[in-house]
C-alpha cells in the first residue's frame, strides 16, 4: 500500500500562486497514473488533473487548463501541482490520489471511485 502526504497549501490571494506537493511512502507508485483532486465545503469531490505514470502525458479539467500544471518526478516519488492565476473558487482541501486502474494511454478518469491511497489534503485559500 502507498501513503501519500499533500502539502504546499496556504492563503494566496487572488492571482497568486501556489506549488502543491504529493510526495509517496511505502509502496512505489510508479507504474499508476496520479490525480489531483479538490472538495469545497459543502459540494462534491472533483477532478482537477491527472498524469500518466512516466509523466508523458497530463489530463486536465477543463476550468483548470493553462493555469495548472502537472508533473510528477518518480526518482523522489513526488507529484506536483503548479497552479497559478488562483481565483477564489479554487479554494478548496486539494487531495493526491493514485489511479487504481491498469495504465492504459488515454485511458483517463475524473472519478474519485477509480483512485485511492487517498493523502489527508492540504488546504488552499484564495482571498479576493
Known amino acids: 500500500q502507498v501513503q501519500l502526504v499533500e502539502s504546499g497549501g496556504g492563503l494566496v490571494q487572488t492571482g497568486g500562486s501556489l506549488r502543491l506537493s504529493c510526495a509517496a511512502s511505502?509502496?512505489?507508485?510508479?507504474?499508476?497514473?496520479v490525480g489531483w483532486f479538490r472538495q469545497a465545503p459543502g459540494k462534491e469531490r472533483e477532478f482537477v488533473a491527472a498524469i500518466s505514470w512516466n509523466g508523458g502525458t497530463t489530463y486536465y479539467a477543463d476550468s483548470e487548463k493553462g493555469r495548472f500544471t502537472i508533473s510528477r518526478d518518480n526518482a523522489k516519488n513526488t507529484v506536483y501541482l503548479q497552479m497559478n492565476s488562483l481565483k477564489p473558487e479554487d479554494t478548496a482541501v486539494y487531495y493526491c490520489a493514485v489511479d487504481r486502474r491498469p495504465w492504459r494511454s488515454n485511458n483517463w478518469s475524473r472519478v474519485a471511485a477509480d483512485f485511492g491511497s487517498w493523502g489527508q489534503g492540504t488546504q488552499v485559500t484564495v482571498s479576493s
Open positions: 511505502g509502496r512505489t507508485f510508479r507504474a499508476n497514473a
